[in-house]
Protein backbone atom coordinates (compact mmCIF):
# COMPACT_ATOMS: atom_id res chain seq x y z
CA UNK A 1 0.00 0.00 0.00
CA UNK A 2 1.45 3.33 -1.15
CA UNK A 3 -0.02 6.92 0.96
CA UNK A 4 1.11 10.30 -0.46
CA UNK A 5 0.34 13.14 2.88
CA UNK A 6 -0.41 16.79 1.00
CA UNK A 7 0.41 18.47 4.25
CA UNK A 8 2.73 21.77 3.03
CA UNK A 9 2.03 23.99 5.74
CA UNK A 10 2.02 25.79 8.66
CA UNK A 11 4.54 24.67 11.31
CA UNK A 12 1.42 24.31 13.89
CA UNK A 13 -0.30 22.05 11.76
CA UNK A 14 2.54 20.27 9.93
CA UNK A 15 2.68 19.00 13.68
CA UNK A 16 -0.32 18.12 13.96
CA UNK A 17 -0.05 15.72 10.83
CA UNK A 18 3.07 14.10 12.18
CA UNK A 19 1.31 11.11 13.80
CA UNK A 20 -0.52 10.48 10.41
CA UNK A 21 2.56 8.65 9.44
CA UNK A 22 2.86 6.43 12.43
CA UNK A 23 -1.03 5.75 12.55
CA UNK A 24 -0.92 4.55 8.67
CA UNK A 25 2.22 2.16 8.91
CA UNK A 26 0.56 0.91 12.70
CA UNK A 27 -2.73 -0.08 10.42
CA UNK A 28 -0.58 -1.32 7.77
CA UNK A 29 3.06 -2.65 8.23
CA UNK A 30 4.05 -2.83 4.99
CA UNK A 31 3.06 0.70 3.40
CA UNK A 32 5.20 3.17 2.32
CA UNK A 33 4.20 6.86 3.21
CA UNK A 34 5.44 9.79 1.61
CA UNK A 35 4.69 13.67 2.36
CA UNK A 36 4.63 16.56 0.06
CA UNK A 37 5.73 19.24 2.47
CA UNK A 38 7.16 22.91 2.32
CA UNK A 39 10.94 22.65 2.22
CA UNK A 40 11.70 24.53 5.69
CA UNK A 41 9.58 21.93 7.42
CA UNK A 42 10.64 18.78 5.68
CA UNK A 43 12.89 17.90 8.88
CA UNK A 44 10.07 16.92 10.49
CA UNK A 45 8.75 15.04 8.16
CA UNK A 46 11.36 12.81 7.83
CA UNK A 47 11.47 12.39 11.97
CA UNK A 48 7.97 11.22 11.51
CA UNK A 49 8.96 8.78 9.46
CA UNK A 50 8.18 9.77 5.72
CA UNK A 51 9.74 7.39 3.79
CA UNK A 52 10.03 10.14 0.93
CA UNK A 53 9.66 13.73 1.17
CA UNK A 54 8.97 15.67 -1.59
CA UNK A 55 9.78 19.05 -0.90
CA UNK A 56 7.95 22.47 -2.33
CA UNK A 57 10.06 25.52 -2.03
CA UNK A 58 7.27 28.19 -1.57
CA UNK A 59 9.50 30.03 0.12
CA UNK A 60 11.35 31.03 -3.34
CA UNK A 61 7.97 32.30 -4.72
CA UNK A 62 8.37 35.44 -1.97
CA UNK A 63 11.26 37.03 -4.40
CA UNK A 64 10.64 37.82 -7.78
CA UNK A 65 14.49 36.90 -8.51
CA UNK A 66 13.86 33.16 -7.35
CA UNK A 67 11.04 32.55 -9.64
CA UNK A 68 13.31 30.40 -11.84
CA UNK A 69 13.87 28.23 -8.99
CA UNK A 70 10.66 28.22 -7.80
CA UNK A 71 8.88 27.35 -11.36
CA UNK A 72 11.64 24.63 -11.50
CA UNK A 73 11.09 23.17 -8.08
CA UNK A 74 7.49 23.05 -8.94
CA UNK A 75 7.31 21.91 -12.49
CA UNK A 76 9.97 18.98 -10.87
CA UNK A 77 7.19 18.07 -8.55
CA UNK A 78 4.12 18.07 -10.53
CA UNK A 79 5.72 15.84 -13.35
CA UNK A 80 7.04 13.28 -11.25
CA UNK A 81 4.45 12.75 -8.66
CA UNK A 82 1.44 10.84 -11.40
CA UNK A 83 3.68 8.17 -12.07
CA UNK A 84 4.16 7.36 -8.42
CA UNK A 85 1.40 4.69 -8.23
CA UNK A 86 0.21 5.73 -5.22
CA UNK A 87 -3.07 4.01 -3.97
CA UNK A 88 -4.41 6.78 -1.78
CA UNK A 89 -3.39 10.31 -1.05
CA UNK A 90 -4.75 12.02 1.62
CA UNK A 91 -5.07 15.77 1.68
CA UNK A 92 -4.68 17.31 4.94
CA UNK A 93 -4.75 21.04 4.19
CA UNK A 94 -7.70 21.45 1.68
CA UNK A 95 -6.87 24.27 -0.05
CA UNK A 96 -6.55 24.94 -3.91
CA UNK A 97 -3.38 24.32 -3.66
CA UNK A 98 -3.02 21.13 -1.91
CA UNK A 99 -5.69 20.24 -4.18
CA UNK A 100 -4.08 20.37 -7.33
CA UNK A 101 -1.15 18.22 -6.02
CA UNK A 102 -3.60 15.46 -5.04
CA UNK A 103 -4.93 15.40 -8.61
CA UNK A 104 -1.27 15.35 -9.96
CA UNK A 105 -0.48 12.41 -7.74
CA UNK A 106 -2.99 10.13 -9.94
CA UNK A 107 -4.01 7.87 -6.77
CA UNK A 108 -6.25 5.23 -7.06
CA UNK A 109 -8.32 7.09 -4.78
CA UNK A 110 -8.46 10.28 -2.88
CA UNK A 111 -9.61 12.05 0.78
CA UNK A 112 -9.90 15.27 1.94
CA UNK A 113 -12.28 17.51 3.76
CA UNK A 114 -15.95 18.38 2.54
CA UNK A 115 -15.58 21.79 3.79
CA UNK A 116 -11.85 22.09 2.17
CA UNK A 117 -11.35 25.70 0.63
CA UNK A 118 -11.03 27.30 -3.02
CA UNK A 119 -12.64 24.57 -4.56
CA UNK A 120 -10.20 21.61 -3.38
CA UNK A 121 -13.29 19.12 -3.24
CA UNK A 122 -13.20 18.97 -6.86
CA UNK A 123 -9.78 16.89 -6.56
CA UNK A 124 -11.33 14.59 -3.70
CA UNK A 125 -12.72 11.08 -4.32
CA UNK A 126 -13.60 10.80 -0.18
CA UNK A 127 -14.92 13.97 1.24
CA UNK A 128 -14.96 13.89 4.83
CA UNK A 129 -17.38 16.06 6.76
CA UNK A 130 -15.79 17.71 10.13
CA UNK A 131 -16.13 20.63 11.92
CA UNK A 132 -13.06 22.16 11.76
CA UNK A 133 -13.37 25.35 13.10
CA UNK A 134 -14.55 23.60 16.65
CA UNK A 135 -12.32 20.79 16.01
CA UNK A 136 -8.32 20.49 17.14
CA UNK A 137 -6.43 19.57 14.07
CA UNK A 138 -5.00 16.59 15.02
CA UNK A 139 -8.67 15.14 15.30
CA UNK A 140 -9.37 16.47 12.17
CA UNK A 141 -6.61 14.82 10.75
CA UNK A 142 -7.56 11.47 12.22
CA UNK A 143 -11.35 12.03 10.99
CA UNK A 144 -9.71 11.71 7.44
CA UNK A 145 -8.31 8.36 8.40
CA UNK A 146 -11.38 6.65 10.22
CA UNK A 147 -11.80 6.51 6.26
CA UNK A 148 -8.84 3.68 5.81
CA UNK A 149 -10.38 2.08 9.42
CA UNK A 150 -8.17 3.57 11.43
CA UNK A 151 -9.31 5.64 15.16
CA UNK A 152 -7.54 6.97 17.78
CA UNK A 153 -4.35 5.56 19.11
CA UNK A 154 -4.67 4.84 23.01
CA UNK A 155 -0.74 6.21 23.12
CA UNK A 156 -0.19 8.79 20.70
CA UNK A 157 2.72 8.73 18.59
CA UNK A 158 5.93 10.78 19.62
CA UNK A 159 9.10 11.79 17.60
CA UNK A 160 12.57 12.57 17.51
CA UNK A 161 15.16 12.87 15.16
CA UNK A 162 18.14 10.42 14.82
CA UNK A 163 20.40 13.35 15.13
CA UNK A 164 18.96 14.05 18.56
CA UNK A 165 22.66 13.13 20.60
CA UNK A 166 24.69 15.01 18.05
CA UNK A 167 21.63 18.35 18.48
CA UNK A 168 22.49 18.03 22.10
CA UNK A 169 26.06 17.47 21.82
CA UNK A 170 26.06 20.71 19.57
CA UNK A 171 24.71 22.94 22.30
CA UNK A 172 26.34 21.29 25.28
CA UNK A 173 23.12 20.30 26.72
CA UNK A 174 22.14 17.06 28.84
CA UNK A 175 19.26 14.91 28.41
CA UNK A 176 16.13 16.35 30.97
CA UNK A 177 18.87 18.76 32.32
CA UNK A 178 17.16 22.18 30.48
CA UNK A 179 13.52 23.23 29.97
CA UNK A 180 12.61 25.30 27.01
CA UNK A 181 10.95 28.61 26.68
CA UNK A 182 8.89 29.87 23.43
CA UNK A 183 8.46 33.41 24.11
CA UNK A 184 7.28 34.77 21.10
CA UNK A 185 3.88 34.31 18.67
CA UNK A 186 2.81 35.40 15.66
CA UNK A 187 -0.03 37.21 17.64
CA UNK A 188 1.42 40.28 19.96
CA UNK A 189 -1.67 38.80 21.76
CA UNK A 190 -0.69 35.23 23.28
CA UNK A 191 2.85 36.50 23.91
CA UNK A 192 3.71 36.19 27.97
CA UNK A 193 5.15 38.85 30.00
CA UNK A 194 8.66 38.48 29.61
CA UNK A 195 9.82 39.12 33.05
CA UNK A 196 7.95 36.06 34.06
CA UNK A 197 9.64 33.99 31.64
CA UNK A 198 13.19 35.39 33.31
CA UNK A 199 11.34 34.55 36.84
CA UNK A 200 10.70 30.94 35.96
CA UNK A 201 13.77 29.88 34.65
CA UNK A 202 15.62 31.65 37.92
CA UNK A 203 13.05 29.46 39.97
CA UNK A 204 13.71 26.39 37.80
CA UNK A 205 18.08 27.10 38.07
CA UNK A 206 17.55 26.86 41.59
CA UNK A 207 15.58 24.34 42.27
CA UNK A 208 16.33 21.69 39.91
CA UNK A 209 19.72 23.20 38.36
CA UNK A 210 18.33 23.14 34.94
CA UNK A 211 19.37 25.32 31.91
CA UNK A 212 17.04 27.64 30.01
CA UNK A 213 17.02 27.09 26.40
CA UNK A 214 15.03 30.11 24.90
CA UNK A 215 13.75 29.37 21.17
CA UNK A 216 12.77 31.99 18.49
CA UNK A 217 13.37 32.98 14.74
CA UNK A 218 15.76 35.32 13.80
CA UNK A 219 12.82 37.81 14.41
CA UNK A 220 13.22 37.05 18.31
CA UNK A 221 16.46 37.88 18.97
CA UNK A 222 15.86 41.39 20.57
CA UNK A 223 13.39 39.58 23.07
CA UNK A 224 15.23 36.45 23.65
CA UNK A 225 18.27 38.92 24.35
CA UNK A 226 15.99 41.03 26.79
CA UNK A 227 15.02 37.99 28.65
CA UNK A 228 18.36 36.36 29.03
CA UNK A 229 19.60 39.85 30.64
CA UNK A 230 17.40 40.14 33.40
CA UNK A 231 18.77 36.98 35.05
CA UNK A 232 22.12 36.61 33.12
CA UNK A 233 23.57 32.74 32.75
CA UNK A 234 20.20 31.26 33.29
CA UNK A 235 19.42 31.25 29.70
CA UNK A 236 20.75 29.35 26.51
CA UNK A 237 19.35 32.14 23.81
CA UNK A 238 18.81 29.72 20.72
CA UNK A 239 17.48 31.90 18.41
CA UNK A 240 17.48 32.14 15.21
CA UNK A 241 19.96 28.99 15.46
CA UNK A 242 18.13 26.05 14.67
CA UNK A 243 16.52 23.95 12.35
CA UNK A 244 13.07 22.64 12.93
CA UNK A 245 14.73 19.24 12.90
CA UNK A 246 17.31 20.37 15.40
CA UNK A 247 14.48 21.99 17.38
CA UNK A 248 12.20 18.69 17.78
CA UNK A 249 15.64 17.03 18.82
CA UNK A 250 16.10 19.56 21.74
CA UNK A 251 12.22 18.89 22.52
CA UNK A 252 12.50 15.22 22.56
CA UNK A 253 14.86 15.75 25.68
CA UNK A 254 13.99 18.68 27.46
CA UNK A 255 12.96 18.28 31.16
CA UNK A 256 9.77 20.28 30.56
CA UNK A 257 8.68 23.70 28.05
CA UNK A 258 7.08 26.89 28.49
CA UNK A 259 4.57 28.01 25.80
CA UNK A 260 1.96 30.08 24.46
CA UNK A 261 0.34 29.00 21.83
CA UNK A 262 2.26 28.78 18.49
CA UNK A 263 3.63 26.70 16.20
CA UNK A 264 7.02 25.57 18.54
CA UNK A 265 4.08 24.22 21.07
CA UNK A 266 2.65 21.27 18.46
CA UNK A 267 6.08 21.12 17.55
CA UNK A 268 7.03 19.95 21.04
CA UNK A 269 3.49 17.83 21.30
CA UNK A 270 4.68 15.99 18.68
CA UNK A 271 7.94 14.75 20.73
CA UNK A 272 6.14 14.30 23.81
CA UNK A 273 7.56 17.10 25.90
CA UNK A 274 6.14 17.95 28.97
CA UNK A 275 4.91 21.30 28.80
CA UNK A 276 3.21 24.03 30.57
CA UNK A 277 0.86 25.99 27.73
CA UNK A 278 0.30 29.44 28.63
CA UNK A 279 -2.83 30.51 26.44
CA UNK A 280 -4.66 33.75 26.09
CA UNK A 281 -7.17 34.96 23.25
CA UNK A 282 -7.42 31.46 21.68
CA UNK A 283 -9.31 28.59 22.72
CA UNK A 284 -7.43 25.92 24.25
CA UNK A 285 -10.00 23.15 23.20
CA UNK A 286 -9.11 24.22 19.36
CA UNK A 287 -5.02 25.03 19.54
CA UNK A 288 -3.95 23.75 22.72
CA UNK A 289 -1.07 20.84 23.12
CA UNK A 290 -2.77 17.38 22.10
CA UNK A 291 -1.29 13.97 22.68
CA UNK A 292 1.23 15.70 25.57
CA UNK A 293 1.84 15.73 29.08
CA UNK A 294 0.62 18.91 29.37
CA UNK A 295 -0.94 21.16 32.16
CA UNK A 296 -2.81 24.94 30.27
CA UNK A 297 -3.23 27.83 31.92
CA UNK A 298 -5.79 30.56 30.92
CA UNK A 299 -7.16 33.48 32.88
CA UNK A 300 -10.86 33.46 33.98
CA UNK A 301 -11.19 36.80 32.08
CA UNK A 302 -14.93 36.66 30.54
CA UNK A 303 -14.17 38.37 26.89
CA UNK A 304 -12.23 34.67 26.13
CA UNK A 305 -11.48 33.17 23.89
CA UNK A 306 -11.42 36.79 21.96
CA UNK A 307 -9.39 35.88 18.96
CA UNK A 308 -7.47 39.70 18.74
CA UNK A 309 -4.40 39.98 17.30
CA UNK A 310 -3.60 42.49 19.91
CA UNK A 311 -5.33 43.14 23.70
CA UNK A 312 -8.17 45.63 22.72
CA UNK A 313 -8.61 46.35 26.72
CA UNK A 314 -4.68 46.67 27.86
CA UNK A 315 -2.52 49.43 27.14
CA UNK A 316 -0.24 49.08 23.53
CA UNK A 317 2.46 47.53 23.60
CA UNK A 318 1.77 45.68 26.93
CA UNK A 319 1.11 42.19 27.59
CA UNK A 320 -2.04 41.56 26.80
CA UNK A 321 -4.28 41.64 30.15
CA UNK A 322 -5.67 37.99 29.85
CA UNK A 323 -1.36 36.53 29.25
CA UNK A 324 -0.10 39.00 32.44
CA UNK A 325 -2.94 37.17 34.67
CA UNK A 326 -1.03 34.21 34.68
CA UNK A 327 1.47 34.36 37.45
CA UNK A 328 5.37 32.63 37.39
CA UNK A 329 3.93 30.82 40.56
CA UNK A 330 0.96 29.54 38.91
CA UNK A 331 3.56 28.25 36.02
CA UNK A 332 6.09 26.81 38.45
CA UNK A 333 3.51 25.16 40.35
CA UNK A 334 1.93 23.59 37.27
CA UNK A 335 5.63 22.62 36.58
CA UNK A 336 5.44 20.74 39.91
CA UNK A 337 2.17 18.56 38.99
CA UNK A 338 3.63 17.61 35.92
CA UNK A 339 7.01 16.42 37.87
CA UNK A 340 4.94 14.16 39.96
CA UNK A 341 2.57 13.15 37.41
CA UNK A 342 5.97 11.57 35.62
CA UNK A 343 7.12 9.76 38.62
CA UNK A 344 3.81 8.30 39.23
CA UNK A 345 3.78 7.11 36.22
CA UNK A 346 7.51 5.80 36.05
CA UNK A 347 6.97 3.83 39.29
CA UNK A 348 4.09 2.11 38.01
CA UNK A 349 6.06 1.13 34.55
CA UNK A 350 8.70 -0.10 37.33
Known sequence: MRFLLVKPSSLGDVACAMPVVAMLKQRYPDSSVDWLINEEYAGLATAAGADR?????????????????????????????PFQKYDYTIDLQGLLRSGIFTALSNAKESIGFADAREGATIFYDKKVSVARRITHASLCNLALLKELGIEKPEIWPSFAPKETDETLKRFSLSPKKYFIAVPTTRWFSKNWVPESIAEVGRSLREKYGWQGVLIGGENDREICERIA?????IFLDLAGRTDWSQFLALAAEAACAVTPDTGPMHVMASAGTPMVAVMGPTDPRRHGPYGAKSKVLQSARRCLPCYHRNCVLGEPDSPSLCMADITPEMVLEAIEELLREEDKNNDHEQ
Open 53 to 81: VWKIDRQAWKKFSSWPKALVNYLSVALKL
Open 229 to 233: SIHPG
